[in-house]
């Protein structure tokens, strides 16, 4: 019984929490847009008995998927947000890298204290850190006042409003999933092996890229998913910090949802980026599973 | 541990003349430690030490855990630096020349095989990195595949294979580039005995072909004994002594090397010319103070029982054990009648010259003839390995013969030991070479024997 308890919870919760949620969304993906409300049609009738079921299901169609191929909009808002979303990885490998490096080779008694400070901001509210931002990109803000005091520049320099803005967005928002695995490949790491590579011939920089990055590679992988996968996804930074030409399939998915209140379209457009999420996301599984299996 | 250990060895280059550059005047060290000490913190792991070691020596270092053995060749290696002192290979000081620049590899205590590379990769590194060709480095990891007998396990990876296959990687690795200097700590202390002799034999073929120049530490002291060509025993990052097997074994200088290396009673007793030992049958009394055995003298450390531990004792354990000890571990002193009464052996075939050592009441002293006559006055300590103490039920006819009891018997297949206990409480080791059955063998616990050795037997250490 107990056993079975233990197996049920986590099949219980994919059921409530992702295969429910999904096949609301994709039922609503292939209804049609209607004057109502909840704003699509067909409805499931449980009254109209076997008759009304059969009814509803001949109503569903993939119009809406057909849709999205006319529209040019939707393919390049996917394949911005995907470059968007590699871009801001590739540069969230860069600065998280050598933070986690640096952390892992910090004396014993200060990695906690770090480690904490990676997690620090999350203690405050997501909004208002990327609010944050705003208030340091803009032409006035703080960081063109502080580069015009230095002399740095003369004319402000425009940052908000720009892709530059959302690619930092990302990386500072997503910097603690990318430090973390990779952290935690670091840290494990014996440095006698570091000590055997260079006993071998190594230098100290074919040392590390012959045995460190090869050793932090599980951690590497895992922090680029934890932050590819969302960042495809992300809607909040490109709105606030992007401008009028950042083009990305969540900006998109909220305006067809609320100003163009589209349901069935902006389902069709969040099945497939879903669809075009379960293979990184499987890699990543998969990842996780060989670094699990060479441990063990 | 046996002589057989001390088999000739042909490292020299002419077949008749011995191998020791350390007692040639001329010759130049490979390895010069002078004067180093490595302090981490406030702890000193090496205390100011300076010795040579020479090319194609077998260099081995032995000492407890923690005396400094993986100090000095981390130092060697380059990954230490001394916090005073020098370090020179070749004559070239290695001050500020980083680990791969020097022409030594280390095999590591905790093997530190890279775990994203298969053996055959592991054992390959060191050679990818001297840029040979992929034939070359193919050829030469078959070979150090074979010579390890890890060919099965090639593509495996470290962690799926055993403690001891992983150690013959680690040395695998260590061999494969063939340096100048090798540096093994603890190479082979994971593998079965018979690999272990197996391996050791190879690495002093290696030694032999390639002459490369070995450093290796081990716990194994039968292990030192077969392959090194001198033997340092360390103690809290001094060495102690430093000579080839035979010297230490037959001749250790201090008692703290002779208790270190094999099997040994130290008696400790007050040696006196041996000319006046024929006459006085009957030990003086103030000579005859009861010295207990320097085996026993941990004793003296031993935990003493407190107040309620005594009252503990007197109360409840007397009846059952008898009256408590004083001092647990120390032996206890002879009585008085026993003076008295147990026969004085004086030695027949007396020797001329020499010391007799007193060393307990209502024992004879202890004749040996391989000591220098004017340590006659001081305090000395008797080595005696347990192989050149026999026992025989009969009084032998030897230097020195002393009788006491059976009370335990420690079967080792080929040979056993017997520990004889005196009849002042000292505990004598013996040790007889099984030639019988175990039901055939006369000697058994309780049993009353005579242990006797030659005057020669004993090293005799000044305190
Ligand atoms: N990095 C370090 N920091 C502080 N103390 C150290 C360090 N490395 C070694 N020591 C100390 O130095 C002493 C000598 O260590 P070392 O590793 O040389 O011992 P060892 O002779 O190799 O012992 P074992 O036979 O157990 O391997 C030990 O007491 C150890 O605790
Ligand atoms: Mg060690």
Same mark, same amino acid.
């Given at each position: ?13 994919? !059921? ?5 949620? &999904? ?8 209804? +049609? ?55 801001? %990885?590739?540069? %969230? ?6 933070? *986690? ?8 008694? #200060? ?68 430090? !973390? ?5 670091? =840290? ?10 260079? +006993? ?62 589209? #349901? ?33 | 541990?046996? =002589? ?35 302090? &981490? ?16 020596? &077998? ?79 193919? =050829? ?76 290796? /530490? ?35 200088? %201090?008692?703290?090397?002779? +208790? ?16 006046? /030992?024929?006459?006085?049958? /009957? ?16 004793? =003296? ?44 052996? *004086? ?69 056993? %030991? ?30 009353? /024997?005579?242990?006797?050795?030659? +005057? ?8």
């Amino acid at each position: 019984m107990r056993r079975w308890v233990l197996i049920a919870l986590p099949y219980a919760w994919l !059921l409530a929490l992702f295969l429910a949620p &999904f096949i609301i969304v994709l039922k609503i993906s292939l209804s +049609d847009i209607a004057l109502a409300r909840p704003p699509y049609m067909p409805q499931l009738d449980f009254g109209a008995g076997l008759a009304g079921l059969r009814e509803f299901f001949a109503a569903l169609d993939f119009e809406n998927f057909w849709f999205l191929t006319t529209d040019d909009l939707y393919w390049k808002a996917y394949l911005s947000s995907l470059q968007i979303a590699v871009v801001s %990885t590739f540069l %969230t490998l860069l600065v998280g890298y050598p933070i *986690a490096y640096g952390m892992a080779r910090s004396a014993q008694e #200060w990695r906690p204290t770090l480690l904490m400070l990676v997690i620090l901001p999350f203690w405050t509210s997501f909004l208002i850190r990327v609010y944050a931002w705003m208030g340091i990109l803009s032409t006035e803000g703080l960081l063109n006042q502080f580069l015009i005091g230095l002399g740095l520049v003369s004319d402000p320099l425009t940052i908000l409003n720009t892709n530059t803005a959302v690619y930092i967005g990302i990386v500072y928002t997503y910097l603690p999933f990318m430090i !973390l695995p990779i952290y935690a490949a670091l =840290e494990k790491m014996d440095e006698s092996l570091l000590e055997a590579a260079e +006993d071998l011939g190594c230098s100290k920089f074919s040392a590390f890229w012959l045995v460190t990055i090869p050793l932090s590679r599980n951690g590497i992988i895992a922090g680029c998913f934890l932050v590819f996968i969302p960042a495809i996804g992300e809607f909040v930074i490109p709105s606030l910090l992007g401008g009028s030409d950042t083009l990305m399939i969540g900006k998109v998915l909220w305006e067809e949802f609320f100003s163009n209140r589209d #349901w069935p379209v902006a389902s069709a457009v969040a099945v497939v980026l879903l669809l075009i999420l379960i293979v990184p996301i499987v890699l990543f599984q998969r990842n996780e599973q060989k670094a699990r299996e060479a441990e063990g | 541990m046996a =002589e057989t250990a001390q088999k000739p060895k042909t490292k020299s280059t002419a077949p008749d003349q011995a191998f020791e550059p350390w007692e040639d005047p001329n010759a130049k060290p490979l390895i010069e430690f002078r004067g180093v000490t490595k302090r &981490f913190g406030d702890f000193t792991a090496i205390d100011d030490l300076t010795q040579d070691i020479y090319e194609r020596e &077998f260099f081995a270092l032995l000492g407890p855990s923690g005396c400094g053995k993986t100090t000095m060749m981390r130092m060697l290696a380059g990954f230490d630096m001394p916090t005073a002192g020098e370090i020179l290979i070749a004559g070239q000081d290695m001050a500020g020349i980083p680990p791969n620049k020097r022409p030594v590899n280390m095999m590591f205590q905790s093997y530190a095989l890279f775990p994203h590379l298969s053996i055959w990769d592991n054992i390959a590194f060191g050679l990818k990195r001297e840029g040979r060709g992929s034939d070359a480095i193919a =050829e030469r990891v078959e070979e150090m595949l074979r010579l390890t007998r890890l060919e099965r396990f090639a593509r495996r990876k470290p962690h799926q294979i055993s403690g001891g296959q992983r150690q013959r990687v680690a040395l695998a690795r260590s061999l494969a580039k063939a340096p100048k200097l090798l540096l093994l700590d603890e190479p082979l202390g994971a593998l079965d005995k018979k690999l272990r002799q197996d391996t050791q034999f190879e690495l002093m073929d290696i030694q032999e072909k390639t002459g490369t120049t070995f450093v290796i /530490v081990t716990h194994d002291q039968e292990e030192a004994m077969t392959v090194a060509s001198r033997v340092a025993v360390m103690d809290e990052g001094r060495i102690v002594q430093v000579a080839t097997p035979a010297v230490i074994y037959e001749a250790p200088a %201090t008692t703290y090397v002779a +208790d270190f290396i094999g099997d040994v009673t130290l008696i400790a007793g007050e040696a006196k010319a041996h000319e006046s /030992v024929v006459e006085e049958v /009957v030990p003086e009394p103030e000579v005859a103070a009861p010295e207990p055995l320097v085996a026993a003298a941990e004793g =003296e450390r031993a935990p003493q029982p407190n107040a309620l531990g005594e009252w503990l004792h007197d109360r409840l354990l007397t009846r059952v054990l008898g009256p408590r000890k004083a001092a647990p571990k120390l032996l206890p002193a002879p009585e008085v009648a026993a003076v008295v009464e147990a026969p004085v052996a *004086a030695p027949k075939a007396a020797p001329t010259e020499g010391l007799a050592i007193h060393w307990a009441a209502g024992q004879p002293p202890l004749v040996a003839a391989n000591a220098p006559p004017d340590w006659a006055g001081k305090r000395v300590t008797l080595a005696l390995r347990p192989e050149k103490v026999a026992i025989s039920k009969a009084r032998p006819e030897a230097a020195n013969a002393l009788q006491g009891k059976v009370i335990d018997i420690a079967y080792l297949g080929n040979i056993s %030991t017997y520990h004889v206990e005196l009849a002042n409480g000292s505990m004598i080791k013996a040790q007889m070479a099984n030639t019988r059955r175990i039901s055939r063998r006369d000697i058994t616990w309780e049993d009353d /024997v005579w242990v006797s050795f030659s +005057d020669t037997a004993a090293a005799v250490l000044e305190e």
